[in-house]
């Protein structure tokens, strides 16, 4: 029997007297890419930040791969493989492209600096040189993110997450604020990942989100209202209506 990658049940979170997420349940299969649509305020980032441990639910239990999560901090969240990306990029801009992804695999490997191989030197610099070729960046590692649009520093804060070697992936809107092309290139990005990796998404470009999902939560007020396939949910009057009309395409943050 396949254990499910993530399972939250009876979630309860609270700041002061607002009811953020009340009695909350969610499943996300293994190898899974499990899609999360709601309106502004719905609580989807404040699910986020305590399924990666940023912040402590009141009540309910969160387990990874059949093993509980609730007590385990962020950083040991990580290194069981719940890796995040952030609503708003959030690579270093000052950094080059090379340096990124170099920070990236000495979070993976847990290791110092001065421990790790100078480029050019040992396995570090033919990992980098690998992931540089593998997106595209082929004689730009040298290239200050900074200087990168937008949309190609979502795809270093993507290439970063994955260096982290995540088996559940959370990617809070990493289409926000991209054109049309460049969030069909994210979308493709995350459609061929390997299905070794469950991937939990919030996104507001719902037809984009629709064509990467295998299955669809639709959240409201702090809970899940509604769940299933891309298909059930679209044929959903109420959810069509409320959630995937246009108001939809006009999410903010939360």
């Given at each position: 029997?396949?254990?499910?990658?993530?399972?939250?049940?009876?979630?309860?979170?609270?700041?002061?007297?607002?009811?953020?997420?009340?009695?909350?349940?969610?499943?996300?299969?293994?190898?899974?890419?499990?899609?999360?649509?709601?309106?502004?305020?719905?609580?989807?980032?404040?699910?986020?930040?305590?399924?990666?441990?940023?912040?402590?639910?009141?009540?309910?239990?969160?387990?990874?791969?059949?093993?509980?999560?609730?007590?385990?901090?962020?950083?040991?969240?990580?290194?069981?493989?719940?890796?995040?990306?952030?609503?708003?990029?959030?690579?270093?801009?000052?950094?080059?492209?090379?340096?990124?992804?170099?920070?990236?695999?000495?979070?993976?490997?847990?290791h110092s600096t001065a421990f790790?191989?100078?480029?050019?030197?040992?396995?570090?610099?033919?990992?980098?040189?690998?992931?540089?070729?593998?997106?595209?960046?082929?004689?730009?590692?040298?290239?200050?993110?900074?200087?990168?649009?937008?949309?190609?520093?979502?795809?270093?804060?993507?290439?970063?997450?994955?260096?982290?070697?995540?088996?559940?992936?959370?990617?809070?809107?990493p289409m926000a604020g991209l054109?049309?092309?460049?969030?069909?290139?994210?979308?493709?990005?995350?459609?061929?990942?390997?299905?070794?990796?469950?991937?939990?998404?919030?996104?507001?470009?719902?037809?984009?989100?629709?064509?990467?999902?295998?299955?669809?939560?639709?959240?409201?007020?702090?809970?899940?209202?509604?769940?299933?396939?891309?298909?059930?949910?679209?044929?959903?009057?109420?959810?069509?209506?409320?959630?995937?009309?246009?108001?939809?395409?006009?999410?903010?943050?939360?």
């Amino acid at each position: 029997m396949t254990t499910d990658a993530l399972t939250i049940r009876g979630l309860h979170k609270r700041f002061r007297s607002l009811r953020v997420i009340t009695g909350l349940d969610l499943t996300v299969a293994q190898g899974e890419r499990h899609v999360i649509f709601g309106p502004n305020g719905a609580g989807k980032t404040t699910l986020f930040n305590v399924i990666s441990g940023q912040i402590r639910q009141e009540q309910g239990t969160i387990q990874l791969f059949g093993e509980p999560l609730d007590r385990v901090p962020v950083f040991r969240r990580a290194r069981r493989g719940v890796v995040r990306t952030q609503q708003v990029s959030s690579v270093f801009r000052e950094l080059t492209l090379r340096e990124n992804l170099e920070l990236a695999l000495q979070a993976q490997t847990a290791h110092s600096t001065a421990f790790l191989p100078r480029r050019g030197e040992g396995t570090l610099s033919e990992t980098v040189n690998e992931v540089l070729e593998e997106w595209s960046w082929g004689g730009r590692g040298d290239t200050v993110v900074g200087t990168l649009a937008y949309g190609e520093q979502r795809r270093v804060e993507l290439a970063t997450a994955l260096l982290q070697k995540p088996r559940l992936l959370l990617l809070d809107e990493p289409m926000a604020g991209l054109t049309e092309q460049e969030s069909d290139r994210i979308a493709e990005t995350i459609a061929a990942l390997d299905r070794s990796i469950s991937v939990l998404l919030i996104e507001h470009h719902v037809s984009i989100a629709l064509q990467i999902a295998d299955r669809v939560s639709v959240m409201h007020q702090g809970t899940m209202v509604a769940s299933g396939t891309p298909e059930q949910i679209s044929d959903d009057e109420l959810v069509r209506e409320v959630y995937l009309g246009t108001s939809a395409g006009h999410e903010g943050r939360n």
